[in-house]
């Protein structure tokens, strides 16, 4: 059984910065990412990172202003957000997968997921 704990989430005016943090518990995981999801919208794609950190991607709407790292130490996973916008306001899902895929970006190239933390960005 794994599980992704994410922690980090709150209110924020816009200008501000954030950091969100995954702890992972269980078995050895291979790559994690972030999502997001706002009301009434499909959970998007924000960010993948490799399990050795070498590799990362972001998404178009968060690229030079998020960035994901980890500790491998601490089995956790990063995702600091500056400049955000109101139209970051969403849930942060944490995800995971514990096989190889080569895509990165979709909902179904995760087998693990967190309960979600909130930002909200106010304008």
């Known amino acids: 059984q794994v599980q992704l704990d994410e922690s980090g989430g709150g209110l924020v005016q816009a200008g501000g910065s954030l950091r969100l943090s995954c702890a992972a518990s269980g078995r050895t995981l291979y790559d994690m990412g972030w999502f997001r999801q706002a009301p009434g919208k499909e959970r998007q794609f924000v960010a993948h990172i490799s399990w050795s950190g070498d590799s990362t991607y972001y998404a178009d709407s968060v690229k030079g202003r998020f960035t994901i790292s980890r500790d491998n130490a601490k089995n956790t996973v990063y995702l600091q957000m500056n400049s955000l916008k109101s139209e970051d306001t969403a849930v942060y899902y944490c995800?995971?997968?514990?096989?190889?895929?080569?895509?990165?970006?979709?909902?179904?190239?995760?087998?693990?997921w967190g309960q979600g933390t909130q930002v909200t960005v106010s304008s």
């Open positions: 995800a995971a997968r514990g096989f190889y895929s080569a895509d990165y970006d979709k909902v179904s190239n995760y087998n693990y």
